[in-house]
């Protein structure tokens, strides 16, 4: 399993992040900013990116990576659960 911290710029003028939310929440991942989200996951992120592209437009930006474990948040949202997350 990893840790992932996912972050994304949708690009289009009053773009819904509808889309974009929902599919993060049925992954499991955990809101920290407004537009950055951590996953722990088995995937790769390479197979996370893929299957996010399917959700956003071609011109927004989508960034995964590893997350190490040593990390710390200032006004984060869900810290407490990503702290768990992260432990686990």
């Known amino acids: 399993?990893?840790?992932?911290?996912i972050?994304?710029?949708?690009?289009?003028p009053g773009q819904n992040y509808n889309r974009v939310i929902s599919r993060l929440k049925?992954?499991?991942?955990k809101q920290t900013l407004l537009s950055t989200w951590v996953l722990r996951h088995s995937a790769s992120a390479i197979?996370?990116?893929?299957?996010?592209?399917?959700v956003v437009d071609?011109?927004?930006?989508?960034?995964?990576?590893?997350?190490?474990?040593?990390?710390?948040?200032?006004?984060?949202?869900n810290t407490k659960?990503?702290?768990q997350d992260i432990a686990a």
Do not use: C, F, H
Not at 1 to 5: A, D, L
Not at 7 to 12: F, I, P, Q, R
Not at 47 to 54: G, H, N, P, Y
């Open 1 to 5: 399993m990893y840790v992932y911290v």
């Open 7 to 12: 972050s994304y710029d949708l690009m289009s």
């Open 26 to 29: 049925e992954l499991g991942a």
């Open 47 to 54: 197979a996370i990116r893929d299957d996010l592209q399917k």
């Open 58 to 77: 071609t011109n927004d930006r989508l960034l995964i990576y590893a997350s190490p474990s040593n990390w710390a948040a200032y006004n984060a949202l």
């Open 81 to 83: 659960t990503i702290q």
